[in-house]
């Protein structure tokens, strides 16, 4: 799982265009949104159209699921190993 963590914080600096961040300052726990990454609406679309290309996984940008899949890296690693097509 730390390969996949490892994995998705690369694809989320490069497809947020984070220059400034390497995986290493990403806490597999910390917070995304808010308080932690201090992501928004607009990364998280983003970041789940990089997921979808790179993993073949897709969600429903409304579900309530969707923003619990997006709280950490962690999150979302375990929900890309689950449901992953690649």
Do not use: T
């Not at 994995?7 to 290493?24: R, V, Y």
């Not at 969600?59 to 999150?75: L, N, P, W």
């Amino acid at each position: 799982m730390q390969e996949l963590e490892l994995e998705i914080k690369q694809l989320l600096i490069a497809s947020l265009n984070l220059e400034d961040l390497s995986p290493e300052q990403i806490d597999a726990e910390q917070a995304l949104f808010v308080d932690g990454l201090g992501l928004d609406s607009i990364d998280a679309l983003e970041l789940g159209l990089a997921l979808q290309k790179k993993y073949g996984v897709s969600m429903s940008a409304d579900s309530k699921e969707a923003r619990q899949h997006f709280a950490s890296i962690r999150a979302l690693a375990q929900f890309v190993s689950a449901n992953r097509s690649k």
